[in-house]
């Protein structure tokens, strides 16, 4: 059975783990999905060698960028944002044998982005006023560079508000009822108002809001927060963040199946089929697609007839075992 998981400091409000076991249980895959609660971000490595069977894992706060440093991988627009909600573990297995390899690798990739995307363009407020449309986006963490990264990508403004003053970034002080008006979008990243805190919300001015105004709370847990609540008080349109969730977490599936595949260039590679025969190429590139438990899916060979300069070759023979 395969094993999926979140990573994150306080799972308890999290309905990952719901989602993806009714997920597996409806569509017959044979896997499973359960909740780390680390303390430390430095606790990871300890947890992917406890759990050997674990193929990936999303991650939530406050390690969206604490992640980062620890993989060895990192997809286009992982690398863009700068933080990671999503990671598949592609661990050394029989079928490459290399002296020195890894015991796994981690690839990140970010699926907060394209799900938050799809969340929100149906309900961008329309018509779009002259200038095009521009948005609040509340705190700094990786949550928000998502979104800004999202947002930039479909054309809209982007200011960023912090509780600190920081380049670029402005502060809550600063939201007077001119800026509020200059933005029809406020998006909330920031964790306020999430179970169990259901009373809190960001500090903005809610009377500067207006029915030309859409408020976004990536918050899920309560339904409705007080973000919203708030806004809706005074005419704004509102949504919670359950769809970006919903999004993310398929992108985060598809994500996890989709093959990695690996270029390895050697002096010397050995293709082992299933009814015994053994192909041997010398100085050769090998193409190998990997399943998401690890094993090879397939394998394409090219060889050389002399080496290329500045290329690196593996001096131990690359041993492939084909699937059957």
């Known amino acids: ?9 306080h ?36 947890l992917i060698t406890a759990y050997p069977d674990l193929c990936g894992f999303n991650v939530t706060i406050p390690y969206k960028q604490e992640t980062v440093p620890l993989l060895s991988l990192l997809t286009d627009s992982a690398r863009r944002i700068g933080a990671v909600n999503t990671v598949r573990v592609f661990r050394q297995k029989e079928p490459v044998e290399i002296a ?3 015991p796994y690798v981690l690839e990140g990739h970010n ?15 329309s018509p779009e006023p002259e200038g095009g449309h521009y948005a609040l986006v509340l705190g700094t963490g990786g949550a928000s560079r998502a979104v800004i990264h999202a947002l930039r990508r479909m054309g809209i403004g982007v200011t960023q508000v912090s ?4 380049p670029g970034i402005i502060t809550y ?30 500090q903005i001015p809610y009377d500067a809001l207006s029915e030309g ?3 976004f709370d990536l918050v899920y847990n309560p339904e409705v927060t007080e973000f919203m609540r708030r806004a809706a008080a005074h005419g704004a349109r509102v949504s919670n963040g359950l769809q970006m969730l919903i999004n993310q ?8 199946q989709s093959p990695r595949r690996r270029r390895y260039m050697s002096r010397r590679v050995e293709l082992h089929h299933p009814d015994g025969r053994i192909d041997t190429y010398p100085l050769s590139i090998a193409d190998i697609s990997y399943a998401p438990d690890g094993s090879v899916a397939a394998v394409e060979v090219t060889p050389f007839t002399e080496e290329i300069p500045g290329v690196t070759y593996l001096d131990d023979t690359l041993t492939l075992h084909l699937p059957d």
């Not at 993806?20 to 044979?30: C, L, P, Q, Y």
């Not at 509780?163 to 920081?166: D, G, I, L, N, Y």
């Open 1 to 9: 059975m395969m094993l999926y998981g979140l990573i994150g400091r």
């Open 11 to 46: 799972l308890g409000h999290s309905f990952s783990a719901r989602f993806f076991n009714d997920k597996f249980a409806a569509e017959g895959i044979d896997a499973s999905y359960r909740l780390f609660e680390i303390e430390d971000i430095r606790q990871l490595p300890g």
């Open 100 to 102: 020195g390899g890894d």
């Open 111 to 125: 699926t907060d982005a394209p799900g938050f995307a799809m969340a929100i363009e149906p309900l961008l407020p």
């Open 163 to 166: 509780r600190t003053p920081q």
């Open 173 to 202: 002080d600063e939201l007077d009822p001119e800026v509020m008006e200059m933005h029809d979008i406020v998006v909330n990243c920031t964790p306020l108002g999430m179970w169990p805190d259901v009373d809190s919300c960001p």
């Open 213 to 215: 105004h859409l408020c």
């Open 249 to 256: 977490a398929n992108l985060a599936w598809e994500f996890w």
